[in-house]
């Protein structure tokens, strides 16, 4: 009988055993699988963070550039009205009319100015194409090659996007 109770005891122990690493590789398994729920809501807590701050940042892009496209197609209208008024002026300087147009050419600047609409300033710069848009070389003397000789049509920025570029010629250097 003592060899059955130590047979008994040997197989007690070895369940006991048995059974406490089998609750110390499930806690070891649960202590893993924590980790790696952690792991994974601190990452999506990340992603929606940054997709939070991404369309935040996507939609104050679509308010300030909203009227991007109205005020394009207000720009040739503008320019036509400069050249109007540049032929008003060498026919008539002291006309009413003159001075009406002149009034209107200010009030649509003015506007473009609200809207935050600037124009490139390009004559005397140098070239630079995120800006500008050659359309011919010269050769000048006074002005160094690679710099605007003359601005033909103005460009235009929409605060930091460029709405237009200007058309502009381009000196080419001393004449050889």
Same mark, same amino acid.
């Given at each position: 009988m003592s060899?059955?109770?130590?047979?008994?005891?040997?197989?007690?122990?070895?369940?006991?055993?048995?059974?406490?690493?089998?609750?110390?590789?499930?806690?070891?398994?649960? !202590?893993? *699988?924590?980790?790696? %729920? +952690?792991?994974? #809501?601190? @990452?999506? !807590?990340? *992603?929606?963070?940054? %997709? +939070?701050?991404? #369309?935040? @940042?996507?939609?104050? *892009?679509?308010?300030? %550039?909203?009227?991007?496209?109205?005020?394009?197609?207000?720009?040739?209208?503008?320019?036509?009205?400069?050249?109007?008024?540049?032929?008003?002026?060498?026919?008539?300087?002291?006309?009413?009319?003159?001075?009406?147009?002149?009034?209107?050419a200010k009030q649509l600047t003015d506007f473009l100015a609200s809207s935050g609409v600037e124009p490139v300033n390009a004559e005397g710069q140098p070239f630079d194409p995120n800006l500008h848009e050659a359309v011919a070389q010269e050769a000048s003397d006074t002005v160094p090659e690679g710099v605007v000789i003359r601005q033909l049509r103005k460009g235009f920025k929409l605060r930091d996007r460029l709405l237009r570029p200007a058309t502009v010629m381009v000196s080419k250097g001393a004449a050889k």
């Open positions: 060899n059955d109770t130590t047979d008994a005891s040997a197989a007690e122990a070895a369940e006991a055993k048995a059974s406490e690493q089998s609750e110390e590789s499930l806690l070891a398994q649960l !202590q893993g *699988d924590i980790e790696r %729920f +952690r792991d994974h #809501a601190l @990452r999506t !807590q990340a *992603d929606f963070d940054n %997709f +939070r701050k991404r #369309a935040a @940042r996507e939609k104050e *892009d679509a308010i300030k %550039f909203a009227n991007a496209s109205f005020l394009e197609r207000l720009i040739p209208i503008l320019d036509n009205f400069e050249l109007g008024l540049n032929a008003a002026r060498g026919s008539a300087a002291d006309s009413p009319i003159l001075a009406g147009m002149d009034m209107v």
